[in-house]
């Protein structure tokens, strides 16, 4: 299996927990394609999300190809699997502008 690292950075975010207050924290985004040497080649795209302030939270998703036509089937995406880590990654580095000119008003 190779690994490609594609995005690590700390994104702010609002916390939505079900009964209690919102929160706003601080979330380190990881996004890594995984290609599989199997005689297939699949890829996988995996998001990670961790808070070192926190060290029991960890959410993983792990998107396989086949996995991703169902996403976007139900989600009514418009981009192909090749395409979607970066146009993902381009949405995280908006919210991350948005943060710096919310800084900057």
Do not use: W
């Not at 599989?36 to 699949?42: A, D, E, G, N, S």
């Not at 070192?52 to 996995?67: I, N, R």
């Not at 036509?69 to 970066?86: E, R, W």
Request: aromatic share 6%; hydrophobic share 40%; charged share 25%.
């Amino acid at each position: 299996m190779s690994t490609e690292n594609l995005f690590l950075k700390t994104v702010p975010v609002l916390l939505k927990t079900g009964d209690r207050e919102d929160v706003k924290n601080a979330i380190i985004v990881s996004v890594e394609l995984n290609t599989l040497i199997t005689p297939l080649h699949k890829k996988e795209l995996v998001v990670r999300l961790t808070n070192d302030s926190d060290l029991l939270f960890l959410y993983t998703l792990v998107l396989g190809e086949e996995d991703f036509q169902n996403l976007k089937a139900q989600q009514g995406l418009l981009v192909d699997f090749s395409t979607f880590p970066q146009n993902f990654i381009t949405m995280l580095n908006m919210c991350l502008e948005d943060k710096h000119n919310e800084t900057s008003k």
